[in-house]
């Protein structure tokens, strides 16, 4: 597995940890899961994270820039107010 920790600033649009409140401080996760795929989901600081459905697929599952977007929106989905 494969992770990268991340710090985002007060002001962005990232829904708050349920857990504990915290929108800033994020570790970016991926793991194989399978021959040709990987999954990608983001946990807080304080290790809460979302269902593994809100996970991203990702055939090379990097933690790059473009990815660590990809998955603070699914945290965003996961946690988002109905």
């Not at 996760?29 to 290790?47: F, I, M, T």
């Not at 809100?54 to 946690?79: K, L, P, R, T, Y």
Request: hydrophobic share 35%; proline share 7%; aromatic share 10%.
């Amino acid at each position: 597995m494969t992770t990268r920790a991340v710090q985002f600033k007060p002001d962005a649009n990232i829904v708050p940890c349920p857990q504990c409140g915290n929108k800033t401080h994020f570790v970016i996760h991926s793991a194989q899961v399978a021959e040709d795929y990987c999954e990608l989901w983001a946990s807080c600081h304080c290790g809460h994270q979302p269902a593994p459905e809100h996970a991203f697929e990702d055939v090379w599952g990097g933690v790059n820039d473009d990815n660590v977007q990809i998955v603070m929106s699914c945290w965003n989905d996961a946690f988002s107010p109905a």
